[in-house]
């Protein structure tokens, strides 16, 4: 063991004696129940085994008992438990809407009170409040965020330069030439889990997003505006304009994220539109399990779209955080507290799977330099945008993936699919 690794070792076991301020003693038999979707790459489950293990040692009488759930299926049996009114006690969360339904059923509790002791240092310690902001609902907090970054694409740059491509596209045209050039070298272009629907909804928004800005959205939101404008057409125009190009690898609908993102690990895809845990989950499930050579993966930013009104340093993004369940007992607060220190959040970052931490004293812990290059764009985003199936209510938020859906196959046009967005929108948010 390396003296660093010594020297951190040290300051967990001093944060784990610290942190049960207020929690004199544990209750015997205190059960704590988390659920994650940590199951790619290994590393990342076993780090929250190790996590949950010295939190115990430390503190004996409690019990965290783990699971973890791929993305899917932790979505579906959540909202089995959601309707039966028994959240686990801490959970996967990406804020925003959804989390805010959960908090306005009472099935969540308020951790305000923690946040906001000893002068707020808890809350304070956050360095993206805006990021902490999507866990609060009428002036409460119901969970923090683990990692928050942005989506963006990340690229081979072996393909790349097969293709003769010779840097990362920075208008819309220049990515539409640079599909184009993919496909003429026989490169599958972009690698896209579209039975998923989420991995394809950050196409349709993006393009949202760069043609309306803040603006069209919030016009929407508040119902000033629609979803039917003409900004959230013009991002269906976009996609078909991509869609006209065969950009996806063969059977992309048929494929879940974990298959499409196997195929940029396994140096079958030349891009993948996705958020800041992509190299990890490239990785964990490519063929060897080792993913691309050092290297070969890149990052850039969504291409300018000329005429549109949002900005280039406009971001589609967020990451994981964890939701506090109604009956969580105060050890599982203090759990999530010692799981957003510092050191903790370090520990994550070394592990090289794309974790961006949320905490002050954290961030210089990122050295790559891809990973730099997100938090740079997550940092210095003008408006950032939580991805709408998280930030909208779940009926909204179903509308658009099943609305991009029908783009991507075909059945919808790019005013139909506005439409019904628009649909469920004009009874949901009134």
Excluded: C
């Excluded at 004199?24 to 290994?42: G, H, K, R």
């Excluded at 019990?63 to 996967?92: C, W, Y």
């Excluded at 190299?279 to 930013?301: A, I, R």
């Amino acid at each position: 063991m390396n003296a660093r690794k010594i020297l951190l070792l040290a300051a967990v076991l001093g944060t784990l004696a610290l942190m049960s301020v207020g929690i004199t003693a544990a209750q015997e038999n205190v059960t704590i129940e988390w659920w994650t979707i940590f199951t790619t790459p290994p590393e990342l489950t076993e780090l929250a085994e190790t996590l949950a293990q010295e939190y115990m040692d430390a503190h004996p009488g409690v019990t965290i008992e783990l699971t973890h759930l791929e993305n899917e299926a932790f979505k579906e049996r959540l909202a089995t438990v959601m309707q039966s009114g028994d959240p686990p006690d801490l959970f996967q969360s990406w804020g925003g809407g959804v989390l805010w339904n959960y908090a306005e059923a009472g099935l969540l509790r308020d951790i305000t009170p923690e946040l906001m002791a000893d002068d707020a240092a808890w809350k304070n310690s956050f360095t993206t409040q805006a990021a902490l902001n999507l866990y609060s609902y009428e002036g409460a907090y119901y969970g923090v965020p683990l990692t928050f970054g942005a989506v963006g694409f990340w690229y081979n740059t072996r393909l790349f330069a097969e293709a003769g491509i010779e840097s990362p596209p920075e208008t819309w045209d220049e990515f539409l030439a640079a599909v184009q050039a993919l496909r003429d070298a026989g490169i599958t272009p972009i690698a896209l889990g579209g039975r998923d629907k989420w991995p394809g909804h950050f196409w349709w928004v993006y393009m949202a997003i760069r043609e309306g800005g803040q603006e069209a959205f919030e016009s929407a939101y508040t119902r000033e505006g629609t979803f039917a404008d003409e900004p959230f057409v013009a991002a269906g125009e976009r996609l078909l304009e991509l869609a006209a190009l065969n950009p996806f690898q063969t059977d992309f609908m048929a494929m879940g994220y974990g298959q499409a993102a196997g195929l940029m690990g396994n140096g079958e895809a030349a891009m993948e539109l996705m958020g800041q845990w992509a190299p990890g989950v490239q990785q964990g499930n490519s063929t060897s399990g080792e993913g691309l050579p050092e290297g070969e993966l890149g990052w850039f930013p969504f291409p300018a779209i000329e005429g549109g009104a949002g900005g280039p340093t406009d971001v589609l993004g967020g990451g994981d955080g964890i939701a506090v369940g109604a009956n969580a007992p105060d050890e599982a607060v203090d759990f999530l507290r010692f799981l957003t220190t510092p050191e903790v959040q370090i520990r994550f970052v070394e592990l090289g799977t794309g974790f961006i931490p949320t905490v002050a004293g954290a961030e210089e812990a990122v050295t790559d330099p891809l990973l730099q290059a997100v938090t740079e764009a997550r940092n210095n985003a003008e408006y950032y945008q939580l991805y709408y199936d998280q930030f909208l209510p779940p009926a909204v938020a179903q509308a658009v993936l099943d609305s991009v859906e029908g783009l991507l196959v075909g059945t919808l046009s790019p005013e139909e699919a506005a439409q019904a967005i628009e649909d469920i929108a004009s009874f949901e948010l009134e």
